[in-house]
């Protein structure tokens, strides 16, 4: 079945560092992906999303692109925030009939 | 703002006493869902609502239900809960169930069994 596999975290960064957050998946068909953001106490918020190949999805600063050839979907920023600490969900979806396969998530800090 | 609205943040019960978690949406989406969510986990969906179709998930325990009375509310019933079920539980919807629709969270019910 559609599996997702996240980098193991958490992942500690001072401000302003490079951020990456690796994301493979499985999937039979083409799936559309997605990023997910969890705050502490809250519950998902949608960063992006990109439904074909090379399609890149982006937002407050994040980017990622579908790549087809190696079914990846990585998450980067050029400089994170304190604000960004938080635990980010990669996911696919294959079809309307098929639920949202999420990642185990990754939890990022961020120090002044 | 719009938004999906879920009570309480936190809900405590006793083994075994059935309780029940409530969620609102004032986007008159069509599609309602709740997912399970333990501690350092990914959420795991339990079933879902089209309209008034209902869909469980082959692996949803038959000891969770659900009901939506009308567009903007739904419910989840967990009728004999045990200590594995203390978990968070979201609620979301999207406009369809198109595979590119995202989907909107509410803030979650934090359940503890005692």
């Known amino acids: 079945g559609d599996s997702v596999t996240q980098m193991e975290g958490p992942v500690t960064l001072s401000e302003e560092a490079f951020l990456t957050i690796n994301c493979t998946y499985t999937?039979?068909?083409?799936?559309?992906l997605f990023w997910y953001v969890q705050y502490p106490g809250e519950g998902l918020q949608l960063l992006l999303k990109a439904t074909k190949a090379d399609d890149k999805g982006s937002n407050k600063g994040f980017e990622a692109t579908y790549r087809k050839e190696t079914t990846s979907f990585h998450l980067e920023k050029g400089s994170v925030q304190v604000s960004d600490s938080a635990v980010y969900f990669c996911a696919l979806r294959e079809s309307g009939n098929t639920p949202l396969v999420f990642g185990k998530g990754t939890r990022l800090s961020v120090i002044a | 703002d719009a938004m999906v609205i879920q009570n309480p943040r936190y809900q405590v019960t006793q083994f075994g006493k059935p309780v029940t978690l409530s969620c609102s949406q004032t986007l008159n989406h069509n599609v309602m869902y709740w997912y399970q969510q333990k501690s350092s986990q990914a959420p795991k969906l339990l079933f879902h609502?089209?309209?008034?179709?209902?869909?469980n998930e082959a692996d949803t325990p038959d000891n969770f239900q659900s009901r939506r009375p009308n567009t903007s509310f739904c419910f989840l019933d967990i009728r004999s809960p045990g200590l594995g079920d203390a978990a968070m539980y979201l609620c979301?919807?999207?406009?369809?169930?198109?595979?590119?629709?995202?989907?909107?969270f509410g803030d979650g019910t934090r359940l503890s069994i005692l």
């Open positions: 979301a919807t999207s406009r369809d169930r198109q595979v590119n629709q995202p989907q909107h």
């Open positions: 609502y089209y309209d008034k179709d209902f869909n």
């Open positions: 999937a039979t068909g083409y799936p559309s």
